[in-house]
């Protein structure tokens, strides 16, 4: 059961004055971020989303910190499975991460294509060619006014080291080919 923290408090609705909404939303948008889908459910009952705020919290243990808003429907599937991977796409999965943040209009369990996912550890979705895989138990959550931050313990893990990451920055899915070799 995982636990939940005192909430934070932080007010909602008044923007921190010369720090408006546009304004931060232009200076983030340009920031080059790793693209993962977020996944949870057994087969035929799988959710997912894509997410970008997911990141490395600790080797030891074996950690992963994911924002999701707290409107998302993927959510209440993670909190009721305990459990949920973190897909790190590849430069050619561009397509998944569209279709797993709504944008190609296909919603719930048929955003899966059953031949790419496989499980691992805990019995969330894995995609078989992504780059990285973390496949967690929910170990807590934080919630803010507007997202809850999960906290997941890396039960299982796979990787292609010959694979390269997708990235989205400026609106635009690419790979940054100056990091090419
Ligand atoms: C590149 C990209 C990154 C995103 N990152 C996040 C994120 O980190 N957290 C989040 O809650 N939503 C994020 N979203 C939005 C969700 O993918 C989108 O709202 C999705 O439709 C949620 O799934 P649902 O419609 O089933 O609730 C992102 C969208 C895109 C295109």
Known sequence: MPLSAPDIKISTG?????VDAQGFRSAMRIVATAVTVIATGEAGLRHGMTASAVCSLSDRPPMILACVNSNSTVLPHIRANGCFSANFLTETQSALAERFAGL?????PDRFEA?????LVTGAPVLHDALSVFDC???CEYDSPTHTILI???EGMM???LARSLVYAGGHFSFPHHLAT
Not at 14 to 18: F, K, L, S
Not at 115 to 119: M, S
């Open 14 to 18: 008044i923007d921190t004055p010369r």
């Open 104 to 108: 190609t209009k296909v919603y719930g």
């Open 115 to 119: 031949e790419i996912w496989g499980q």
């Open 137 to 139: 138990r929910l170990e």
């Open 152 to 154: 997941g313990r890396v």
């Open 159 to 161: 990787h292609d080291p």
